[in-house]
């Protein structure tokens, strides 16, 4: 497996990170928090980015998409990561678009997902449920039969990017109970339908999420992605994709915390001399640069074997995982300290990735759990 960057791939990487750079500091990402703004990010930089072909990377040609897949993906979001920029590519253009293109429901794909594509559409996708503990298949909403249709009853709890969406796809119980990995069944449930509820959740870095209720919300046997009762297939690979792209998002903030250290470590002045020079400190520095190194290849190998369908895929990305909320959370932590007092400030940047770290540390999964996943899908 190639683990560098072609030509076509550096470009990409260089015209994402200039992009973000010239227009979205994190100065911007202050404005957003203070700003009150409840969907967390600006609609028109998300189109302005839809523009240049990023939210189409994923995507087969034939859906509206650039035909390109995840090891292009993973170096949009890690400039976007680099400088905590909100946009909704992970909960709507990741999760909801992967669904729909996936789906294999023709009518509803060929509905939305061009209108994902191009970002005149948003569709989240709200698969977890309070108390699940990262497990996909704990799943307590019910699909009931009603009529031609389904009623649908329940919450889901950390939706990301539900807070002006258009629509929300949710796992739901058509058999069995919470647990089981059969008798889940996905629906599209537009925005507006009749019982359906999105509350803004207040999270420590500030991304869009919301618990979404479902109140007796009516579908129609339309509105079903893939097939009834053998939902988890499709639920896996939403979510696989997900993490993939989470974890391009982590490399660039972990990257970013890191050179943010080391300009301090060589700009403070202690006892007259920079800290920089301490010994103690460089070894610091050097563990957490092996860290993120060691997280780059796991990245790009897992988004690469994604990519290919390589039976092997869902191993890499637990891997890729449990390494980028591993060193995301030490890069993170190493700046904080390393600022010393300082660090602990609203005023300096790099609490903000401390508190993303940890925000995206516990998303899809911490560590701990990759670590069993990937030891227990090698049969170990």
């Known amino acids: 497996m190639d683990l560098v960057l072609n030509e076509d791939q550096e470009m990409i990487a260089q015209m994402a990170l200039d992009f973000v750079e010239d227009n979205s500091p994190v100065s911007r990402f202050r404005e957003l928090r203070d700003s009150g703004e409840e969907r967390g990010y600006s609609a028109s930089l998300f189109k302005e980015m839809a523009n240049l072909g990023w939210t189409g990377i994923p995507f087969d040609e034939k859906q509206g998409g650039a035909g ?54 948003l569709v989240a996708f709200a698969h977890q449920e309070a108390k699940s503990r990262y497990d996909l298949y704990a799943i307590e909403t019910a699909a009931v039969a009603s009529g031609d249709g389904y009623r649908l009853r329940g919450s889901k709890v950390q939706v990301l990017d539900a807070v002006g969406a258009d629509a929300v796809i949710v796992p739901a119980r058509t058999a069995g109970v919470s647990g089981d990995r059969e008798g889940i069944t996905l629906f599209f449930v537009p925005a507006g339908a009749a019982g359906l ?20 919300v009516e579908v129609g046997a339309g509105s079903i992605l893939g097939t009834v009762g053998r939902g988890a297939g499709l639920l896996d690979a939403v979510i696989d994709r997900a993490t993939v792209v989470l974890c391009g998002e982590m490399l660039g903030g ?17 006892f007259g001399e920079k800290i920089g020079s301490f010994q103690g400190l460089q070894h610091r520095a050097a563990k957490v640069f092996m860290e993120i190194e060691l997280a780059r290849s796991v990245v790009m190998a897992a988004a690469r074997a994604v990519d290919a369908g390589d039976r092997e895929a869902s191993k890499l990305v637990s ?62």
Not at 254 to 270: G, H, I, N, P
Request: net charge negative; proline share 2%.
């Open 68 to 121: 390109m897949g995840f090891a292009e993906m993973v170096l949009i979001v890690e400039a976007l990561g680099r400088k905590l920029a909100p946009e909704p590519f992970l909960g709507g253009v990741t999760m909801g678009g992967s669904a729909l293109a996936l789906g294999e429901n023709d009518a509803l794909r060929e509905a939305w997902l061009p209108s994902v594509i191009d970002a005149t559409k």
């Open 254 to 270: 972990m990257s970013e915390a890191f050179d943010l250290t080391v300009d301090y470590l060589k700009a403070r002045d202690q």
């Open 319 to 380: 891997l890729a995982k449990a390494r980028c909320s591993d060193a995301y959370v030490l890069a993170a932590n190493e700046g904080v300290q390393i600022f010393a007092g300082v660090g602990m400030t609203d005023e300096y940047d790099i609490g903000f990735y401390m508190k993303r770290a940890r925000a995206a540390e516990l998303t899809f999964g911490d560590g701990a759990f990759h670590r069993n996943r990937w030891a227990t899908l090698g049969n170990y």
């Open 197 to 216: 509820s999105i509350e803004r959740q207040t999270r420590v870095d500030h991304r869009n999420a919301a618990i979404v209720r479902l109140d007796g």
